[in-house]
């Protein structure tokens, strides 16, 4: 073992003359020292603003080198931008005009279309027009529309919500519906208090018209006449019941028995005769027809 011992101890002697004479050889250098440390603080300092990797840090410069290119190329991309939107002011003007025109053409046609069915409606004597005016321009065009109505001789045409009464407005909506309803069907419409200050023949020439709109939309009507309440497909009783105290409305569906019954209160009142039942079943067989 004393050999051994002795063996590696000359191993490790000449191991640590060897080790001398090679940092001997080495020249040191501070100032590369320097610029290492320094290096390596520069890059931490990156690595904590711009990514936890160093491979962060260069997608980040490559991002900048493009927003920096963007930023340099500024004044050449906004003059692109102000040429589109000076494109985009011509063609909005153009097709702008062109729908104002358009516009101001159907206005007339659909000015009489509109009297026309006020005429058969209980208001012959009402003037009805289509006000166009110049706006600011949207998505809409450059226009202005409203609805103007007169309902009686002598009187100014005045915007139609302002003026009308809830039966006007119902029957110049239905005018309305009823000139737009080949052409723009809506799923629901809804008439209330429609028989204000009409009945007999006005009332059934309304009720037949809110039946043909019934072939496109579903049209739901409050009536109080029978000659308009015969014409739905389907009704419904509404009366007012008192539960625990209160009034509250009951809404109920009629099968054809209820119906012929409720539509003869309706026209005859609280004495309900057989006549008035006959009456009924007539009204409905023609109807049906």
């Known amino acids: 073992h004393a050999a051994t011992i002795s063996s590696a101890r000359y191993d ?15 020249d040191a250098d501070p100032s590369r020292l320097d610029a290492v440390q320094e290096r390596l603080a520069t890059l931490g300092d990156l690595k904590r603003k711009y990514g936890a990797t160093i491979e962060d840090v260069l ?20 003059e692109a931008l ?24 159907a206005a007339e046609r659909f000015r009489s279309i509109v009297e026309n069915e006020l005429a058969q409606l209980a208001m012959e004597r009402a003037r009805f027009d289509v006000r166009i005016e110049p706006a600011a321009p949207s998505e809409a065009g450059a226009d202005a529309v409203e609805f103007m109505l007169a309902p009686n001789p002598g ?8 003026i009308a009464s809830g ?38 020439v309304i009720g037949e018209k809110m039946r043909a709109l019934a072939s496109t939309a579903q049209v739901l009507c409050i009536t109080h006449l029978p000659q308009i309440a015969a014409c739905a497909q389907t009704q419904y009783g509404i009366r007012k019941v008192e539960e625990d ?6 809404i109920e569906p009629l099968d054809a028995a209820a119906r012929i019954e409720e539509l003869a209160r309706m026209l005859a009142g609280a004495d309900v005769t057989e006549a008035a039942r006959e009456h009924v079943r007539a009204m409905l067989s023609r109807i049906s027809e």
């Open 155 to 162: 009187e100014p045409l005045r915007p139609l919500a302002r």
């Open 59 to 78: 997608a980040y410069a490559d991002d900048a080198v493009r927003r920096l290119e963007s930023l340099e190329h500024s004044e050449e991309h906004a």
């Open 245 to 250: 105290g209160r009034s509250v409305v009951a």
């Open 167 to 204: 039966g006007e407005i119902s029957r110049v909506m239905l005018a309305i519906k009823s000139a737009l309803a080949i052409r723009s069907p809506l799923p629901t419409l809804v008439f209330d208090e429609i028989d204000v200050g009409i009945g007999g023949r006005t009332a059934s």
């Open 82 to 105: 102000k040429a589109k939107l000076a494109e985009a002011r011509e063609d909005y003007a153009s097709i702008s005009r062109a729908l104002s025109e358009s516009r101001r053409s």
């Open 12 to 26: 490790i002697e000449e191991a640590t003359r060897s080790l001398t004479d090679y940092l001997d050889e080495l």
